[in-house]
């Protein structure tokens, strides 16, 4: 049998390898800082953070437990460098290594600007800076909300100057300006302000200042966070920034409706000057009593000018009643006048008697009555013939019909010899003037008269030469034939 081979290595559990790797590693190198970039970040709902630490060469995971996160200074964004300061610690269950991260900060000012260059960029895009949003400020507001520290400088500055130009009532929010959930609490006081109904028990402001003291880019970050951003572009009050000094810049600063550069700047452009606005309203009064007086003048002048080219009124008034009595003592003798002329001229009138006018229509109608009872009679005849002829028999009604055409042809033979045409066929002429018109006497013809001679074939125009002398004795002139 093979005897087990003996060694001077000690055993160790998993389990215990694992507390002596956490033991020397937690022992080695206490707390560190470490710098690097930020990738793989993830919030779990349990309240804990997860993620990685990179730079060109390596990598190292962290996280960050919930007890920590009130205090770990700056929230942790992928892509930006940041600087963990915490304790290198093991995880067993994954033969792992990581950082335990108790505070972050940005690694210089670089990173810093980049993230709000690209804040910037971003909300520039979605045109939360666009000169169109902004909202002009009141001229004279009533409240000025104020969101701001209460133990700092600025609120005492800000209340120095309303009172000294033009006092005012102020509302403060009190609110952290810097440091962890400062950017949260300054949003939420934005909204809590514009939230404010009109006319309620606490006074709506007409506009808000949100100010704060100077301080490195780090203190004045809460307010370059978009939250904040967000607030101010959605606040429908005008709204002043006046965040650190003239120098600094931040992002709200241009989402916000003016800038100021500081917080004494910003109580001057919230009120105007109560002393200025009383010297230009002094100066715009005397302006108006100035133009009025010389309107008032010029007025005058034309009033004096026109009353020169005004006719003399008492005058004409006295000729208009002169005038007015005249025709009131003709008034009389006129009316007497016209009712003689009227009564004059109404006497050749003779208006018939109403007897008269009745005997006229009674013999219209009488009239009309015996028009009426013939055409009766006829229709009755012509209905009572039409109806004999229906009745005879065909023989009858020839020889009813040859006797009428022999009297229609007998009819027609006298009418015919009664006819100029047969006069003219017996070698007649008819003379016609130019309008022709019958010539029936040798007196009504003058000398050159155009005349027109009718034959039984046609007619000739002729031209008299002069009217033949009428002789002594001579037979009476031929009477017309027609």
């Not at 022992?27 to 710098?35: E, H, I, M, S, T």
């Not at 970050?221 to 607030?231: G, I, P, Q």
Request: glycine fraction near 8%.
């Amino acid at each position: 049998m093979d005897t087990p081979t003996t060694s001077n290595l000690p055993d160790y559990s998993v389990s215990d390898l694992a507390g002596a790797i956490r033991r020397t590693l937690e022992g080695a190198f206490g707390r560190v800082r470490v710098r690097g970039e930020i990738t793989e970040l993830k919030r779990y709902p349990s309240g804990h953070t997860y993620l990685s630490l990179k730079d060109q060469d390596a990598k190292i995971e962290a996280v960050i437990w919930k007890t920590a996160i009130r205090n770990i200074g700056t929230m942790p964004e992928n892509g930006v460098e940041m600087i963990a300061t915490g304790r290198i610690s093991t995880y067993a269950d994954r033969s792992k290594y990581q950082l335990v991260i108790e505070r972050l900060e940005y690694a210089g000012a670089g990173a810093l600007l980049a993230k709000i260059e690209a804040l910037r960029k971003r909300l520039l895009d979605e045109g939360l800076f666009d000169e169109a949003r902004k909202r002009p400020i009141p001229r004279l507001p009533l409240v000025i909300g104020v969101v701001t520290s209460e133990k700092g400088a600025v609120i005492q500055d800000i209340r120095t100057t309303i009172a000294r130009r033009f006092p005012r009532r102020i509302l403060l929010w009190p609110v952290v300006v810097q440091g962890q959930g400062a950017a949260e609490q300054i949003a939420a006081a934005i909204r809590g302000f514009d939230a404010i109904a009109p006319g309620g028990r606490v006074p709506r402001p007409d506009v808000l200042i949100v100010a704060r003291g100077g301080g490195s880019l780090e203190d004045l970050m809460a307010f370059n966070e978009e939250v904040v951003l967000r607030a101010v572009a959605a606040c429908t009050i005008p709204l002043i920034s006046a965040v650190g000094h003239e120098t600094d810049t931040t992002l709200i600063d241009h989402a916000s409706d003016r800038r100021a550069p500081t917080p004494t700047a910003a109580a001057e452009l919230a009120v105007p000057a109560r002393a200025e606005m009383a010297a230009s309203l002094a100066q715009t009064g005397a302006r108006l009593i100035q133009a009025a007086a010389g309107l008032l003048n010029n007025t005058r002048l034309r009033l004096l000018r026109a009353e020169r080219r005004l006719p003399d009124v008492p005058a004409r008034m006295a000729q208009s009643r002169q005038r007015v009595d005249d025709i009131g003592s003709r008034l009389p003798r006129a009316l007497v006048g016209l009712l003689a002329a009227r009564r004059q001229g109404l006497s050749g009138l003779r208006v018939p008697h109403p007897r008269e006018g009745i005997l006229a229509r009674r013999a219209a109608v009488q009239g009309l009555s015996l028009r009426l009872s013939a055409a009766w009679a006829r229709q009755r005849d012509t209905k009572a013939t039409a109806r004999a002829l229906t009745r005879l028999s065909p023989a009858p009604v020839l020889a009813l019909v040859r006797q009428k055409r022999a009297v229609l042809d007998g009819l027609a033979a006298r009418l015919e010899s009664a006819s100029y045409q047969s006069v003219l066929a017996r070698g007649f002429a008819l003379v016609r003037d130019a309008d022709g018109h019958a010539v029936t006497a040798a007196k009504r013809i003058a000398a050159g008269q155009a005349l027109r001679l009718t034959f039984a074939d046609g007619d000739v125009r002729a031209q008299a030469d002069g009217a033949p002398p009428r002789r002594k004795g001579a037979a009476p002139e031929q009477g017309s034939l027609l």
